[in-house]
């Protein structure tokens, strides 16, 4: 009843027309450049960041989230149509949904893929409603080294989203926890890391680091090839865009499959809504009566792995407004977002700001029917996005970048800087080092280290605080599982290699 | 054509070794070594605790440790973990589109946002995508007076202005 209330009052924020509009203008940016291959939701968030510091912090959480969950969406039809996933967590719809354009089914696949969102989508908002209130009550009664430990779980779950090798992920994290603690030190005014460099005493902006790693790194990855990909035939009018009886009965579980992993995969910080879609798309083919046809065009191969994308977003966002603990880049750039516009993300947030949380809430319900309309019968025009000519598209973002940056700070020298992070972007992107687990580490390392020397504080330096406390022992002991399973795991495999 | 991050292959038959890895993890195990003496120079353990020496030191110490290991495990893998290859033409264009910016950051100064932007699409689309010249000054100021007229006089967003006055 109480939750109730809270919705009500969320809606009654959300309807102000000038959060209709936002969470409107978030909801379209998202589905363009979920659309467009190479530009990703947190590289747009990070662009848009500084713009949003003249806007009231929930309509400016309203129009970013839209570009986050708004982007899940617009991903399919890149997959479909071009067999080139817009977004990352649409790289298991191509396998199926490319299928279905080439056999003349575009249609029906980009409407079950919408359909799919749309519920999956709407199941995740309110599993968050439901899910963060009593998690941020739980959490009110931690102090500095439950922060610590659950920021260490946090950042040591990140690394999950290492892709082949976890050295690299922590090494990236390494060096976001450097960049973090360059500048003046808080608690003793030392300048540190700052090169005798007067510009550098208040630290390196996050926004400079996010748009130059995101943003530029991307782009400039992009630029490697001069042309892009043919695009398969658009279906024209509405109706062909409808999936037919049979395949709406075909995705029954799908929708719930989608909906309930999505969910419960985006709750666990660093697992990420690709690792959602995945896992899915392997549900249910391992539950279907003909898993031999996956593969090569079948409905639900489309619809679980997009309502699985979609109902991440709402799962992902549980953390990081209750804990102030990102899952991933994107919601690292959001929680990076509220610290700018002076809110502290954590426990206390919700019940600090319920107009802010609520609000957002509401406007996810309104958002997913946004977009629903926007996909479905919009969607032919939205494809036309993709014969935007990369060399009017990519000047765009560098100038977005460019003008971003500097309206920031008025200065150059972030604008030199953000040049020096472009190239970082690149090259971690060049050789493998995830850029997510960097961007976790510039976010939580000031925080983490505020946690560890106030911990260290109040035991008057000794250690063992951190670890006599149950609830802070359970995430270090966690965090150090995490860290070291597959050590135990790799030396198993030389043992048993060793024995044979 | 190269592998990314290994020798040429007349030197992968001597070992077939990954460069990238080791370049990168010797540069890293370089910056650990540059935070932990940077962070011995601060305080470690104060009378209130500790002190901003005490978190970048360990840090240090673990991407010093975590280096070593990359550069380690990727010499004792050697030839026997394929690399994939990689395209120094690629590599070029993105160093060429890099240097473009980084020259059109340098004369934000002297020549102003709306100059040097589009200087810097001239450059993108009539070099890097090899568009014919007409195309490449409209897209160039197409783009500049868009920005102009959006950032600085729609929003009221500042831009850097050059010695010419815009």
């Given at each position: 009843?109480?939750?109730?209330?809270y919705?009500?009052?969320?809606?009654?924020?959300?309807?102000?027309?000038?959060?209709?509009?936002w969470?409107?203008i978030?909801?379209?940016l998202?589905?363009v450049?979920?659309?467009?291959?190479?530009?990703?939701?947190?590289?747009?968030?990070?662009?848009?960041?500084?713009?949003?510091?003249?806007?009231?912090?929930?309509s400016a959480?309203?129009m970013?989230?839209?570009i986050?969950?708004?982007?899940?969406?617009g991903?399919?039809?890149?997959?479909?149509?071009?067999?080139?996933?817009?977004?990352?967590?649409?790289?298991v719809?191509?396998?199926?949904?490319?299928?279905?354009?080439?056999?003349?089914?575009?249609g029906p696949?980009?409407?079950?893929?919408?359909?799919?969102?749309?519920i999956?989508?709407?199941?995740?908002?309110?599993?968050?409603?439901?899910?963060?209130p009593?998690?941020?009550k739980?959490?009110?009664?931690?102090?500095?080294p439950?922060?610590?430990g659950?920021?260490?779980l946090?950042?040591?779950?990140?690394v999950?989203?290492?892709?082949e090798?976890?050295?690299?992920?922590l090494?990236?994290?390494?060096?976001?926890?450097?960049?973090?603690?360059?500048?003046?030190?808080?608690?003793?005014?030392?300048?540190?890391?700052t090169?005798?460099?007067?510009?550098?005493l208040?630290?390196?902006?996050?926004?400079?680091?996010?748009i130059?790693?995101?943003?530029?790194?991307?782009?400039?990855?992009?630029?490697?090839i001069?042309?892009g990909?043919?695009?398969?035939p658009?279906p024209?009018?509405?109706?062909?865009?409808?999936?037919?009886w049979?395949?709406?009965?075909?995705?029954?579980?799908?929708?719930?499959?989608?909906?309930?992993v999505?969910?419960f995969?985006?709750v666990?910080?660093?697992?990420?809504?690709?690792?959602?879609?995945?896992i899915?798309?392997?549900i249910?083919k391992?539950?279907?009566?003909?898993p031999e046809?996956?593969?090569?065009?079948?409905?639900?191969?489309?619809?679980?792995?997009?309502?699985?994308?979609?109902?991440e977003t709402?799962?992902a966002l549980?953390?990081?407004?209750?804990?102030?603990?990102?899952?991933?880049?994107?919601t690292?750039i959001?929680?990076?977002?509220?610290?700018?516009?002076?809110?502290?993300?954590g426990?206390?947030?919700?019940?600090?700001?319920p107009?802010?949380?609520?609000?957002?809430?509401?406007?996810?319900?309104?958002?997913n029917?946004?977009?629903?309309?926007?996909?479905?019968?919009?969607?032919?025009?939205?494809?036309q996005?993709?014969?935007?000519?990369?060399?009017?598209?990519?000047?765009?973002?560098?100038?977005?970048s460019?003008?971003?940056?500097?309206?920031?700070?008025s200065s150059?020298?972030?604008t030199?800087?953000?040049?020096?992070?472009?190239?970082?972007g690149?090259?971690?992107r060049k050789?493998d080092?995830?850029?997510a687990?960097?961007?976790?580490?510039?976010?939580?390392g000031?925080?983490?280290?505020?946690?560890?020397?106030?911990?260290?504080?109040m035991?008057?330096?000794?250690l063992?605080?951190?670890?006599?406390?149950?609830?802070?022992?359970?995430?270090?002991f966690?965090?150090?599982?995490?860290?070291?399973?597959?050590l135990?795991?790799?030396?198993?495999a030389?043992?048993?290699?060793?024995?044979? | 054509?190269?592998?990314?991050?290994?020798?040429a292959?007349?030197?992968?038959?001597?070992?077939?070794?990954k460069i990238?890895?080791?370049?990168?993890?010797?540069?890293?195990?370089?910056?650990?070594v540059?935070?932990?003496?940077?962070?011995?120079?601060?305080?470690?353990?104060?009378?209130?605790?500790?002190?901003?020496?005490?978190?970048?030191?360990?840090?240090g110490?673990?991407?010093?440790?975590l280096?070593?290991?990359?550069?380690?495990?990727?010499?004792?893998?050697?030839?026997?973990v394929?690399?994939?290859?990689?395209?120094?033409?690629?590599v070029?264009?993105?160093?060429?589109?890099?240097?473009?910016?980084a020259?059109?950051?340098?004369?934000?100064?002297?020549l102003?946002?709306?100059?040097?932007?589009?200087?810097?699409?001239?450059?993108?689309?009539?070099v890097?995508?090899?568009?014919?010249?007409g195309?490449?000054?409209?897209?160039?100021v197409?783009?500049?007076?868009?920005?102009?007229?959006l950032?600085?006089?729609a929003l009221n967003v500042?831009?850097?202005?050059?010695?010419?006055?815009?």
């Amino acid at each position: 009843m109480e939750t109730l209330g809270y919705l009500l009052h969320g809606f009654g924020v959300a309807i102000s027309p000038m959060n209709l509009l936002w969470c409107f203008i978030g909801c379209f940016l998202g589905t363009v450049i979920g659309i467009l291959p190479g530009l990703g939701p947190a590289a747009t968030i990070a662009m848009l960041l500084p713009l949003t510091f003249q806007m009231n912090p929930t309509s400016a959480l309203i129009m970013l989230g839209g570009i986050y969950y708004g982007s899940k969406y617009g991903g399919s039809t890149t997959s479909i149509l071009l067999n080139v996933p817009g977004e990352s967590a649409s790289v298991v719809t191509c396998i199926d949904g490319y299928e279905m354009a080439k056999k003349g089914r575009a249609g029906p696949a980009l409407g079950i893929a919408a359909i799919a969102s749309f519920i999956a989508g709407t199941f995740g908002v309110v599993g968050l409603m439901l899910i963060a209130p009593p998690l941020a009550k739980f959490a009110l009664a931690f102090s500095s080294p439950e922060y610590f430990g659950l920021m260490a779980l946090g950042l040591a779950m990140g690394v999950l989203l290492a892709g082949e090798s976890m050295t690299k992920a922590l090494l990236a994290m390494l060096v976001g926890l450097w960049i973090a603690s360059m500048g003046t030190d808080l608690f003793t005014s030392t300048s540190r890391f700052t090169f005798g460099n007067s510009e550098m005493l208040d630290g390196v902006d996050f926004v400079v680091v996010a748009i130059g790693v995101f943003a530029l790194g991307e782009v400039l990855g992009n630029m490697e090839i001069r042309e892009g990909t043919q695009m398969l035939p658009v279906p024209k009018g509405w109706r062909n865009l409808l999936p037919t009886w049979q395949d709406m009965k075909d995705c029954r579980f799908a929708f719930v499959n989608g909906s309930v992993v999505g969910f419960f995969i985006g709750v666990l910080p660093g697992a990420g809504s690709t690792i959602a879609s995945f896992i899915s798309y392997g549900i249910e083919k391992a539950v279907s009566k003909h898993p031999e046809k996956f593969g090569t065009g079948v409905v639900e191969g489309v619809a679980a792995p997009e309502g699985a994308n979609n109902a991440e977003t709402g799962g992902a966002l549980v953390p990081m407004l209750t804990l102030g603990i990102p899952g991933s880049g994107t919601t690292a750039i959001l929680l990076a977002a509220l610290i700018l516009w002076g809110l502290k993300p954590g426990p206390l947030m919700i019940q600090d700001n319920p107009q802010l949380f609520w609000g957002l809430v509401a406007s996810m319900y309104i958002g997913n029917v946004m977009l629903l309309v926007l996909n479905m019968p919009l969607v032919p025009l939205f494809a036309q996005i993709l014969r935007l000519p990369v060399y009017i598209l990519y000047p765009v973002i560098f100038g977005i970048s460019i003008v971003g940056v500097y309206s920031t700070s008025s200065s150059l020298f972030d604008t030199w800087m953000l040049v020096v992070f472009g190239l970082l972007g690149y090259l971690m992107r060049k050789l493998d080092y995830p850029s997510a687990p960097l961007i976790l580490g510039l976010v939580l390392g000031d925080s983490m280290e505020r946690a560890l020397r106030q911990s260290l504080m109040m035991s008057q330096g000794d250690l063992s605080i951190l670890v006599s406390r149950p609830i802070s022992a359970t995430m270090l002991f966690l965090t150090a599982l995490i860290l070291f399973a597959p050590l135990f795991k790799k030396a198993n495999a030389w043992r048993i290699k060793a024995i044979s | 054509m190269l592998r990314i991050g290994r020798l040429a292959p007349a030197v992968q038959e001597e070992g077939d070794i990954k460069i990238g890895d080791i370049v990168s993890g010797a540069v890293l195990a370089g910056l650990g070594v540059f935070i932990i003496v940077e962070a011995r120079g601060w305080e470690y353990i104060g009378p209130d605790g500790p002190g901003p020496g005490f978190f970048p030191l360990w840090y240090g110490i673990a991407m010093v440790a975590l280096s070593v290991l990359l550069v380690g495990v990727s010499l004792a893998q050697g030839a026997a973990v394929p690399g994939k290859p990689v395209n120094w033409r690629e590599v070029g264009r993105v160093m060429m589109a890099w240097a473009g910016l980084a020259l059109c950051v340098g004369l934000l100064k002297v020549l102003g946002f709306a100059l040097a932007f589009g200087l810097f699409t001239f450059f993108l689309v009539a070099v890097m995508y090899r568009r014919p010249l007409g195309t490449a000054i409209a897209v160039a100021v197409g783009t500049s007076v868009t920005f102009y007229l959006l950032f600085p006089l729609a929003l009221n967003v500042e831009l850097p202005i050059g010695k010419l006055g815009f």
